[in-house]
């Protein structure tokens, strides 16, 4: 996305029952499993859903006792998102589980020996990206994307007037206008939303329109014949029983929503040893914390990797032009030192060997609030902007 002149940016979200966010959270529900029972197991998990009927497969290794619970666990993450319908319910639907044991050939070049560090998964680019549009440091469009449908999320699951009769799948797309750079308003909103049979569309258009004045700040509504909700008509049939689902088929929404590069790699149902994941969530922690310590408006950070190597062959910033007197070469090599970016470190530094991630699986894993409870989502954390400053000017 440009930093500067005048535009409009849409990005899209999808809710938690969306098909594909469905997979993805039976992938971190059995990811959460293993690494509750054995921190340092190794999980790659994909799962496929459709009409009452969910597959796992992929590669594992940890303690042989959770595959066990993994069925009632995927069916009570089912629960959780809310289906309970016809043609695809937490009671009736048939899910079998063809995980293996991890392949030998992968392990041998990512486990350490002895005082040598482990190294990477696999090959591969991450990016992360940070911005000075929203408190949260993240791109407005899909900021505001996600925010709608997790408040619809909230108001369907209290059963409250604005949510009675809504179902889980939905979906969210919002234009921003932007001016100078910057974002001024919205142009367009799109919400597609499974509901109830027998619901009147004008009533389902009122519940959304008061979860989207919610979210968007004061007099940023769109125009009313910009304000489109469910405009193919009634949605009722949807979700697994409507289109079939994958893990990790929602890599933009997960992240920048189009606003920044991407490496092309998902995150959900992958342990942390996977730089995919981690590496992602590292460049993401990066860029935050150099936006978070007013050194630029905008910050891009690419990391690489090769398989079986532990540090990373390239450390790349782009400020966009929005750099307050900083060298963008020199910012990569501080940024190198000040953390440990190889895949222990990452995980060291983050503490991301903890049943950490079913709640990552839906409305982005970017841009939220930790929980202090479970302690996640510590690549948000800013405590890196002290450190920063004082390394540029020494």
């Not at 929503?257 to 993401?284: L, Q």
Request: with cysteine; glycine share 10%; aromatic share 6%.
């Amino acid at each position: 996305m440009r930093n500067n002149g005048d535009f409009l940016f849409t990005s899209e979200s999808v809710s938690e029952g969306h098909p594909d966010k469905v997979a993805d959270r039976i992938s971190d529900t059995v990811l959460d499993a293993y690494l509750e029972a054995d921190p340092e197991a190794r999980v790659a998990c994909e799962t496929m859903v459709t009409t009452n009927r969910v597959i796992l497969a992929g590669e594992v290794r940890g303690p042989e006792a959770v595959e066990k619970t993994l069925i009632d666990r995927a069916r009570e993450a089912i629960k959780d998102i809310g289906y309970d319908q016809e043609g695809f319910s937490w009671k009736k639907a048939d899910i079998k589980s063809y995980l293996h044991a991890q392949s030998a050939d992968i392990a041998v070049g990512v486990d350490s020996a002895g005082d040598k560090d482990e190294g990477a998964g696999d090959q591969g680019i991450m990016f992360g990206f940070a911005t000075n549009e929203t408190e949260h440091l993240m791109p407005a469009p899909i900021f505001y994307a996600h925010n709608i449908l997790d408040r619809m999320r909230e108001h369907r699951k209290a059963g409250d007037a604005r949510g009675k009769g809504l179902l889980p799948d939905a979906k969210s797309q919002v234009t921003l206008r932007y001016v100078n750079g910057k974002p001024v308003g919205v142009t367009s909103v799109v919400v597609s939303t499974q509901h109830e049979a027998g619901m009147h569309q004008s009533k389902i258009r009122e519940m959304v329109r008061e979860s989207v004045r919610e979210v968007l700040p004061e007099g940023w509504m769109c125009p009313e014949d910009q304000f489109y909700v469910n405009p193919t008509g009634i949605f009722v049939i949807g979700g697994p029983d409507g289109d079939a689902g994958l893990t990790g088929r929602k890599i933009i929404v997960d992240t920048y929503g189009g606003a920044a590069p991407h490496g092309g790699g998902a995150f959900s149902g992958k342990d942390p040893t996977k730089v995919d994941r981690s590496a992602a969530y590292a460049a993401r922690y990066l860029a935050k914390n150099v936006v978070a310590a007013g050194l630029a408006d905008r910050c891009t950070i690419q990391l690489s990797y090769a398989i079986g190597v532990s540090r990373p062959l390239s450390v790349y910033v782009d400020l966009d032009g929005t750099g307050h007197d900083v060298n963008e070469e020199k910012l990569g090599r501080l940024l190198n030192e000040i953390m440990d970016l190889s895949p222990r470190g990452i995980r060291k530094h983050l503490r991301l060997n903890r049943p950490i991630y079913v709640p990552t699986s839906s409305y982005g894993h970017f841009g939220r609030v930790p929980d202090p409870v479970l302690d996640n989502f510590t690549w948000e954390n800013t405590d890196l902007v002290d450190g920063l400053k004082s390394a540029l000017n020494r």
